[in-house]
């Protein structure tokens, strides 16, 4: 476990929590038969193992397992059994948010990747000395850029799959509300479905139209020439 004037963190990476959560709520079903047979199963000798007592509080400090007892929680069984990438990047993301000191950065720096030395935004959020900052911040930045490529890989893939389902809607509903209008001087022709014999039937009402039209231009002109052609007599 790390600490920075009284923040702690995981020493454990964020992969070696996943791998854990995967053992308990996969391979154990989430109730380990007993405790030595899970840290065995997490390369420990034994449950009274310093190492093991301190990965399963990394774990915990993670939100994969309440305060006591070893049974996985809400975000543990996401972790193990994301649906797809998505769903991981946002597991873990949250994962990682239970982290306080992370958080803490996440908000003070806005989201943003930081920026000059990482160790004296350390000690503006933990009132730390100079020097132990200095000391933690390569590990704590670290952490705090998986956080944010998590966050960022979730929320990318989140954009594209929203795309994709506005596209495949707009594909399904432009075929479905597919229809032939034909509107010529005032008259229409509307016909509810793209086939081949609308189509022809709106070929024929465009020609009959036009038939139409050229006729009452032909009449038109007749009309206009017939004065004339008496004035000349």
């Known amino acids: ?7 702690s963190y995981p020493d454990i990476s964020p992969e070696t929590a996943e791998d854990i959560a995967d053992k308990l709520v996969n391979t154990f079903g989430g109730e380990p038969s007993s405790e030595n047979a ?4 997490i390369g ?15 774990v915990r400090r993670y939100g994969l397992l309440p305060s006591r007892g070893l049974e996985p929680t809400e975000l ?17 993301y949250d994962m990682m948010s239970h982290i306080d000191i992370l ?17 004296r935004i350390l000690t503006e959020i933990t009132d730390a000395s100079p020097k ?4 933690k911040s390569d590990e704590i930045k670290k952490l705090y850029k998986r956080l944010l490529r998590y966050k960022e890989s979730a929320e990318s893939n989140t954009v ?24 010529i001087s005032g008259d229409e022709l509307q ?22 039209l050229v006729g009452d231009d032909s009449d038109q002109e007749d009309q206009d020439e017939g004065p004339k052609q008496a004035k000349l007599g």
């Open 191 to 212: 016909l509810s479905e793209i086939t081949e014999t609308n189509l022809k039937m709106a070929k024929v009402f465009v020609e009959s139209k036009k038939n139409e």
């Open 38 to 41: 899970f840290a065995q199963e």
């Open 132 to 135: 132990d900052a200095r000391e």
């Open 103 to 119: 958080q803490r950065l996440e908000n003070h720096l806005n989201g943003q990747t930081p920026s000059g030395d990482f160790w």
């Open 76 to 92: 543990a069984h996401r972790v193990a059994n994301p649906r797809d990438d998505t769903e991981r990047d946002q597991a873990l």
């Open 44 to 58: 420990h000798k034994s449950a009274d193992s310093g190492a093991y007592r301190g990965k399963i509080a990394d």
């Open 1 to 7: 476990m790390g600490k920075i004037d009284g923040n």
């Open 160 to 183: 594209s799959s929203n795309n994709r389902m506005e596209q495949d809607t707009g594909t399904s509903n432009a075929s479905s509300n597919a229809e032939i209008l034909v509107k």
